[in-house]
């Protein structure tokens, strides 16, 4: 259940930017949410790489409970990538600072995925919530 409601807390912080991306002055909005989201999407990222290595690692739930397994994979497939997605631009002022090409073809980049994040995030929401319901229903752990 605790998979579920981390997925819905992060994907309600990717949602905005959405609704963001559309506005002209988006990207001053977004330059000031971006430590908080950057922090953030590193902590999710790397909890979903985690929960990616459990899944892969109780394989054998695949046989006893798979619709759980499944559910499992892909909350945390989501997460992984919605906590990458946030924290595109927190790896960039960490590892690309110095290097002025390398950070403007990564603006250029966070640009191309800014659109993909709001709708991956909307998918969160739903994969969120179908792990809170599955929990209950197909729970191995």
Do not use: D
């Not at 559309?22 to 000031?32: I, S």
């Not at 110095?98 to 603006?107: H, I, L």
């Amino acid at each position: 259940m605790i998979w579920g409601i981390t997925l819905i807390l992060l994907s309600i912080i990717a949602v905005p930017s959405l609704i963001l991306a559309k506005k002209p002055n988006a990207k001053e909005l977004l330059e000031k949410v971006e430590p908080y989201q950057g922090w953030i999407g590193l902590v999710f990222c790397f909890w979903g790489v985690w929960g990616i290595i459990t899944a892969l690692l109780n394989l054998g739930w695949l046989t006893s409970a798979p619709i759980w397994w499944i559910t499992l994979l892909a909350g945390n497939i989501v997460s992984a990538a919605l906590g990458f997605m946030l924290g595109s631009g927190l790896i960039n002022k960490l590892f690309l600072g110095k290097n002025e090409a390398a950070q403007a073809k990564a603006e250029e980049l966070r640009a191309k995925i800014a659109p993909k994040q709001g709708k991956l995030g909307i998918l969160g929401l739903i994969v969120g919530a179908w792990m809170i319901v599955a929990s209950f229903m197909f729970a191995v752990v």
